[in-house]
């Protein structure tokens, strides 16, 4: 009675911390955007080629996106590329100057058309916390298993 008594106790605490950090992720990340970092080389100072950018990028993603949201960070490496580079050792990729640049999570999208053919896939294949969530829940549901198959075998031998 106790085993039986213990194994659910066990199983409702694995369920109700499942559900919570359901919430907790789906609360933290159901409005957070996803950060892309671009960095382009112009030394014109008049020219604005961010705002070009800016319509493409919109033009691309405004169609199947409108869940998702995304917040551009602008970088004129021609000042400096201290924040490119120090952006490629967090992400421990090579420094490859073959500008423009998008960054979106891990992915790296190097020259105009790359960005152009592939920055929607890279946008709606970016999993911030939603994918350790994933492993976490799955690890909570395997455990769970576990601990049911194990009741299950003592309660045979008994």
Known sequence: MFLKTKFYAILI???VF?????LFFL????SKPVKMHYYFFNACGSCNETSEFKEQLY????DGTQDRTYQL???NVFRSEKEYE???TKLGIEVIRNWPVLI???QVLYGESSIRENVLQAFLSYRDGLTVFLYIGCGVVLITLIAAIA???LRALQ
């Open 59 to 62: 033009n691309i993603l405004k």
């Open 27 to 30: 609360i933290t990340n159901i």
């Open 13 to 15: 605490g694995s369920l």
């Open 18 to 22: 499942l559900l919570l950090l359901t």
């Open 86 to 88: 120090a952006q490629c």
């Open 73 to 75: 960070l602008t970088y």
């Open 104 to 106: 979106v999570g891990d």
């Open 151 to 153: 009741y299950g075998r």
